[in-house]
């Protein structure tokens, strides 16, 4: 039969190809050591600084890629051979079964024919996975709507941190690099109180989680303690309420709000001296938190230490050493006696007091470069920024790796969690803040294309780094 016949010598010819290839590897073996021995000659007779044991052993180096080349090499050869040897076996099947070279055709027609059908459905069902991507995505951003509700103008330089209190009056507080710390209404938007104590910039604001005490971190490398009493002004009365503004009067009241308050943040009342001063750190005190309870907090610094101190005593606790370069964050668990310290050595620790004999730490490289900051959330959750462009959520309970990822196209600053809501927040260095649910799904992004809203953006996204 004619079929058989043509397969048969069609496998003939390979089986010849083989054989001689492989006779050629053998002799290609067989001259390898010869090859090997004339080369060493030559690197003898050759001038060099290098010794003879190291030229030697690059010479062998050498020759093993030389080797793994020719190997590969060889490879290609061979399955070129059987592409070769498998096409024309095709082509003698076809000649046989349909005779001529219309059979060819009809062969190629055929297989782009299939190559188009399977094109086509890898297409139909790339962009139906693709659809349904976009579209979850799409349905997810827009559960998160943001817009500019109040201004709260008064500082003269940038704000490095801001807090709200967890009791009743409930107000905000900024750190400022103009040396002060503010406290402030938030449905008027007015300056309560000003804290101007601190020789260097105010680096961070925290809050008592029972009494009307703050808690502000400095240059000056102190941290204070001082203590509040404000009054919350009496909100306006909101005009034709029937009637929605639209975008222009809103603009216009919050701008005549702010002209007719000029005055205001010279006539708030101030404080100069603080109830407790806090003094043990060599370097700037970047931040300072209250452990759970309020009578320890714990403060870090650039002298590459966190210390926890008493509160009613003032005294020095513990010194949280083992960093290699400067603290960039600290802060405390809600519920737990946890703290967690982050460093420009690309780490963050994280220190357990739970046990009063037993201190321990635990040190994660999730990082490639300077870790901004590290802050819990309300349930057992860890989320971590860095200068790698990277945000990343972590189980306190399984800490080998995140569980979830977020990459971004900036350096991320100090990140935010929501309490209520568990939506992270990221300012970054190009001046945008960016809100991502703990999953990593990314809600929204602050507008700023509002001259407001740029001062504001740009102020809280200012690098981690005060001066003095």
């Given at each position: 039969?004619?079929?058989?016949?043509?397969?048969?010598?069609?496998?003939?010819?390979?089986?010849?190809?083989?054989?001689?290839?492989?006779?050629s590897i053998r002799r290609t073996n067989s001259t390898e050591q010869e090859r090997t021995g004339l080369q060493r000659e030559m690197l003898e007779g050759q001038d060099s600084k290098l010794p003879l044991s190291l030229r030697s052993n690059l010479l062998d180096l050498f020759g093993q890629i030389e080797r793994e080349?020719?190997?590969?090499?060889?490879?290609?050869?061979?399955?070129?051979?059987?592409?070769?040897?498998?096409?024309?076996?095709?082509?003698?099947?076809?000649?046989?079964?349909?005779?001529?070279?219309?059979?060819?055709?009809?062969?190629?027609?055929?297989?782009?024919?299939?190559?188009?059908?399977?094109?086509?459905?890898?297409?139909?069902?790339?962009?139906?996975?693709?659809?349904?991507?976009?579209?979850?995505?799409?349905?997810?951003?827009?559960?998160?709507?943001?817009?500019?509700?109040?201004?709260?103008?008064?500082?003269?330089?940038?704000?490095?941190?801001?807090?709200?209190?967890?009791?009743?009056?409930?107000?905000?507080?900024?750190?400022?690099?103009?040396h002060s710390a503010m406290l402030w209404s938030i449905e008027t938007g007015k300056c309560l109180l000003k804290y101007v104590g601190h020789a260097g910039s105010v680096n961070s604001i925290k809050f008592h989680p029972t009494e009307q005490m703050a808690l502000t971190a400095s240059g000056d490398q102190t941290a204070?303690?001082?203590?509040?009493?404000?009054?919350?002004?009496?909100?306006?009365?909101?005009?034709?309420?029937?009637?929605?503004?639209?975008?222009?009067?809103?603009?216009?009241?919050?701008?005549?709000?702010?002209?007719?308050?000029?005055?205001?943040?010279?006539?708030?009342?101030?404080?100069?001296?603080?109830?407790?001063?806090?003094?043990?750190?060599?370097?700037?005190?970047?931040?300072?938190?209250?452990?759970?309870?309020?009578?320890?907090?714990?403060?870090?610094?650039?002298?590459?230490?966190?210390?926890?101190?008493?509160?009613?005593?003032?005294?020095?606790?513990?010194?949280?050493?083992?960093?290699?370069?400067?603290?960039?964050?600290?802060?405390?668990?809600?519920?737990?006696?946890?703290?967690?310290?982050?460093?420009?050595?690309?780490?963050?620790?994280?220190?357990?007091?739970?046990?009063?004999?037993?201190?321990?730490?635990?040190?994660?490289?999730?990082?490639?470069?300077?870790?901004?900051?590290?802050?819990?959330?309300?349930?057992?959750?860890?989320?971590?920024?860095?200068?790698?462009?990277?945000?990343?959520?972590?189980?306190?309970?399984?800490?080998?790796?995140?569980?979830?990822?977020?990459?971004?196209?900036?350096?991320?600053?100090?990140?935010?969690?929501?309490?209520?809501?568990?939506?992270?927040?990221?300012?970054?260095?190009?001046?945008?803040?960016?809100?991502?649910?703990?999953?990593?799904?990314?809600?929204?992004?602050?507008?700023?294309?509002?001259?407001?809203?740029?001062?504001?953006?740009?102020?809280?996204?200012?690098?981690?780094?005060?001066?003095?």
């Amino acid at each position: 039969m004619p079929v058989e016949s043509g397969s048969s010598a069609a496998s003939r010819q390979a089986k010849q190809k083989r054989k001689s290839h492989s006779l050629s590897i053998r002799r290609t073996n067989s001259t390898e050591q010869e090859r090997t021995g004339l080369q060493r000659e030559m690197l003898e007779g050759q001038d060099s600084k290098l010794p003879l044991s190291l030229r030697s052993n690059l010479l062998d180096l050498f020759g093993q890629i030389e080797r793994e080349f020719e190997n590969l090499y060889i490879e290609n050869i061979e399955l070129r051979r059987e592409i070769e040897t498998l096409n024309d076996r095709l082509t003698a099947e076809g000649q046989t079964i349909d005779g001529g070279d219309l059979t060819k055709g009809a062969l190629k027609t055929k297989a782009s024919h299939s190559t188009s059908q399977l094109s086509q459905k890898l297409k139909t069902t790339y962009k139906a996975s693709t659809s349904k991507i976009v579209s979850s995505f799409k349905a997810t951003t827009s559960r998160a709507v943001c817009q500019l509700v109040k201004e709260y103008a008064g500082h003269r330089d940038g704000i490095w941190d801001l807090s709200v209190t967890r009791t009743q009056p409930v107000v905000l507080g900024t750190a400022s690099a103009d040396h002060s710390a503010m406290l402030w209404s938030i449905e008027t938007g007015k300056c309560l109180l000003k804290y101007v104590g601190h020789a260097g910039s105010v680096n961070s604001i925290k809050f008592h989680p029972t009494e009307q005490m703050a808690l502000t971190a400095s240059g000056d490398q102190t941290a204070h303690i001082w203590r509040y009493m404000v009054q919350l002004p009496t909100p306006q009365p909101v005009a034709d309420i029937s009637q929605p503004p639209c975008d222009d009067d809103i603009d216009f009241s919050d701008k005549d709000e702010a002209d007719g308050d000029g005055e205001g943040p010279n006539e708030c009342p101030s404080i100069r001296m603080a109830s407790t001063t806090l003094r043990s750190h060599q370097g700037v005190v970047i931040a300072a938190d209250w452990l759970v309870g309020g009578k320890q907090v714990v403060t870090a610094s650039w002298d590459r230490a966190a210390n926890l101190y008493d509160v009613e005593t003032s005294e020095l606790v513990h010194s949280l050493t083992g960093h290699d370069q400067e603290l960039t964050h600290c802060c405390t668990h809600p519920t737990q006696r946890l703290v967690v310290t982050s460093s420009r050595d690309t780490t963050f620790r994280l220190w357990d007091f739970r046990d009063p004999s037993i201190h321990s730490v635990n040190v994660f490289q999730g990082h490639t470069d300077t870790v901004t900051s590290a802050v819990f959330t309300v349930g057992d959750n860890v989320v971590s920024g860095s200068d790698d462009r990277t945000v990343k959520v972590w189980d306190l309970k399984n800490m080998r790796s995140p569980i979830a990822t977020i990459r971004t196209d900036s350096a991320v600053n100090r990140i935010s969690v929501s309490v209520s809501q568990r939506i992270i927040a990221l300012p970054h260095d190009n001046r945008q803040v960016r809100l991502f649910d703990m999953s990593g799904v990314r809600l929204a992004r602050l507008p700023h294309s509002n001259r407001q809203v740029a001062v504001v953006n740009e102020n809280l996204s200012q690098r981690a780094y005060p001066v003095k």
